[in-house]
């Protein structure tokens, strides 16, 4: 019982410390402290962007092989680029389908590889003109 008294009141002053120095720290400098934290926070948010952020492009490589394009059907961000890496029997090309895709013309290759940056959200259809049945699509988040 004694134990248990001398207990609580100890918990009643270490409220009042922690209380005391709560508003201690309030009146002397509230203001510089909310500004400290303000400035470390940006600054590792800032560095979590650098590091894991858009800044860091990908690139995607599409196999033009065995009359196909592989994967067809690719999806990226903006910025990143995509690379056809030609190596098949015969040559290929890749050319956009529309307007939308108007940017996306490869020259005709036989081994090789060319890559194209996409630089603005959308889907871009393209095809091989020399072999109309061999399709794909790029999509730009
Ligand atoms: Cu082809």
């Not at 996306?104 to 091989?128: D, M, Q, V």
């Amino acid at each position: 019982m004694s134990i248990r008294r001398q207990s609580s009141s100890r918990a009643l002053i270490l409220v009042a410390v922690v209380a005391g120095a709560l508003v201690v720290g309030g009146c002397s400098s509230n203001s510089s402290d909310k500004a400290a934290a303000t400035t470390t926070a940006a600054a590792s948010s800032g560095a979590a962007a650098t590091s894991t952020g858009p800044a860091a492009p990908a690139a995607v490589t599409v196999e033009v092989k065995d009359m196909k394009f592989s994967p067809a059907d690719v999806t990226i961000k903006a910025g990143d680029t995509v690379t056809w890496k030609f190596d098949d029997r015969a040559p290929h090309a890749v050319q956009g389908i529309g307007d939308v895709a108007l940017g996306i013309n490869s020259p005709i290759i036989h081994k090789g590889e060319w890559s194209h940056t996409f630089t603005t959200a959308g889907t871009y259809r393209y095809l091989c003109p020399l072999h109309p049945d061999m399709k794909g699509s790029v999509t730009v988040q």
